[in-house]
């Protein structure tokens, strides 16, 4: 597999320049893409991918939300419920738009499926080629978006990043029952930065890497985003204490499956 990663880097920065990134919200989609690049290639390490596969994974980080920067000029949101899904997008901007001497055929296959599939709700069957490069995407995707939630938070600008959500509104009762029910929450039930926050724990339910799971423990965000919900109320408590459960035990699966 062969993927030429300076080339696809410097693709990428002369696409995304054609848009406005004085622009805040596309600024932010800028940093991400670098970010969970960065994600990305320290899970590789971790992970000790060989070096032509670890150019491709990197490289498909880059890549992941190319179709976030026309989402955002031709609908002016990001959420994919009220535009387009940015992972389709994404797959058909490479298609029209990358140069395909910067990949053999092998990587090609590879960097469009795990574009397309980033951000599914659940990563459906892929060629087992690309299968390890679409978690790979997948789990960098989500670690990043932890860490940028929790420094927004932290400095009090996350209501920038999250226009739809209600800062200070307290959890939805019909996104309680849809995580009781399905272990998952949709973001059509999601009203609140609680709610949102609630739906980023259950993403751990997805992570695919054990370091994945060490390097978001190490972060403290998952404790952080706990103690941000009400303590004193024994339906959300209770539920919450479900939920970690199951990731402990999904933690354990992946652990065991690694070995
Ligand atoms: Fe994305």
Not at 39 to 55: D, F
Not at 105 to 120: F, G, I, T
Not at 204 to 215: E, R
Request: aromatic share 10%.
């Amino acid at each position: 597999m062969f993927a030429d990663f300076d080339g696809i880097r410097d693709w990428f920065v002369g696409y995304t320049h054609t848009f406005d990134l004085s622009v805040p919200m596309i600024q932010v989609k800028y940093r991400h893409s670098f970010d969970v690049m960065r994600v990305g290639r320290t899970l590789i390490e971790a992970l000790s991918w060989p070096p032509a596969n670890a150019a491709v994974g990197v490289a498909a980080c880059l890549l992941h939300d190319t179709g976030r920067f026309s989402q955002y000029r031709d609908f002016g949101t990001y959420y994919d419920g009220a535009s387009v899904d940015h992972g389709d997008r994404g797959y058909e901007i490479l298609r029209a738009e990358f140069p395909r001497a910067l990949v053999d055929d092998e990587a090609w296959e590879v960097l469009l499926q795990a574009v397309k599939q980033h951000n599914k709700k659940n990563l459906p069957e892929v060629d087992p080629q690309a299968a390890p490069f679409c978690r790979l995407t997948r789990d960098s995707d989500k670690l990043d978006v932890f860490k940028m939630v929790d420094r927004r938070i932290q400095e009090g600008t996350v209501a920038e990043l999250l226009p739809r959500h209600r800062i200070d509104a307290p959890l939805s009762k019909a996104l309680l029952d849809e995580i009781e029910r399905n272990r998952s929450g949709s973001y059509k039930n999601a009203a609140s930065l609680q709610d949102f926050l609630l739906i980023q724990l259950t993403w751990m339910l997805d992570l695919n890497f054990a370091p994945s799971f060490q390097m978001l423990e190490d972060s403290g965000v998952p404790a952080r985003i706990r103690s941000r919900f009400p303590q004193n109320d024994a339906g959300v408590q209770g539920l919450l204490d479900r939920l970690f459960a199951w990731i402990a035990e999904h933690r354990q699966a992946v652990a065991q499956r690694a070995v």
